[in-house]
């Protein structure tokens, strides 16, 4: 349950770029900051809730963070409290991640990760679920959070992306990302026009939905974890800051 969360979040600066630089870069590709917040379903049953939240950081990087709190039932298969985040910066008009970290506020080291993508050296390095992490970079390797960036940043280009490879706790896989229709969607933060798109692994039963506003900025304002039809977790926008 805990790998399934995180990976709903399946979810977004030269090494410093000069602040005024970015923040002209960030007006230029429509990426802006916001701050939203979720409530949770696992198998239709209310779980908790999360907050998402991406900054400009005063260096010229950029965050993304991922808060997420289980609540009844939900408690006993999954963290009661996880907190992820992503700092990335945007160069050459990528996304390149630059640490990833994941905490579940306890003693137990089951759910954490750090890693840190050092791109002058080529290499990924860090612990990811107590297991060490040392792989070769790959051009436009992302993280679990930093990716939502990389494809809200395609979307607002007018770009339909197509694959992305991320490092998924200690390994390096291939997710294909395929349009899946548009929808009006009714929501706590108000109803809007919606892209869904689905991201998956090739020959895998399992696959992330995500519902993306144009006029929030591609922000997803719903996120489902599927396997096959069945829906395991979902995550709904209840309000959304820009």
């Known amino acids: 349950m805990a790998g399934t969360v995180k990976r709903l979040a399946t979810g977004i600066s030269a090494w410093l770029l000069g602040c005024g630089l970015a923040v002209a870069g960030a007006v230029e590709d429509g990426l802006k900051p916001f701050t939203a917040s979720y409530s949770i379903s696992w198998h239709g ?14 260096d010229g990087r950029w965050s993304y963070r991922m808060q997420t ?14 907190d992820s985040r992503s700092v990335f ?14 905490d579940d506020g306890t003693d137990d080291d089951d759910s954490d990760q750090h890693v ?6 080529g290499r990924v390095r860090g612990i990811a ?20 960036v990389a494809l809200m940043r395609e979307l607002l280009a007018g770009r339909t992306p197509e ?16 349009t899946q229709g ?13 892209v869904i798109f689905r991201s998956s692994r090739p020959g895998s039963r399992k696959s992330t939905w995500f ?32």
């Open 163 to 178: 694959r992305f490879v991320l490092l998924d706790a200690e390994r390096i896989k291939d997710y294909i990302y395929t």
């Open 129 to 148: 679920e107590r297991k060490r992490v040392d792989l070769q970079l790959q051009p436009g390797l992302l993280d679990t959070l930093s990716v939502q």
């Open 89 to 102: 910066r945007i160069q050459d008009d990528k996304v390149m991640p630059e640490t990833f970290t994941v």
């Open 211 to 242: 519902w993306c506003a144009p006029e929030l900025g591609y922000l997803p304002l719903k996120v489902e974890r599927r396997d096959g039809s069945d829906v395991q977790l979902s995550m709904r926008v209840r309000s959304a800051q820009r």
């Open 182 to 194: 548009r929808e009006k969607l009714q929501t706590d933060a108000g109803t809007y026009d919606t």
């Open 45 to 58: 049953i209310a779980a908790g809730s999360t907050q998402l939240q991406l900054q400009l950081l005063s």
């Open 116 to 121: 840190v993508f050092d791109w002058e050296a």
């Open 69 to 82: 709190f289980a609540r009844g039932l939900a408690r006993l298969a999954m963290p009661a409290q996880l």
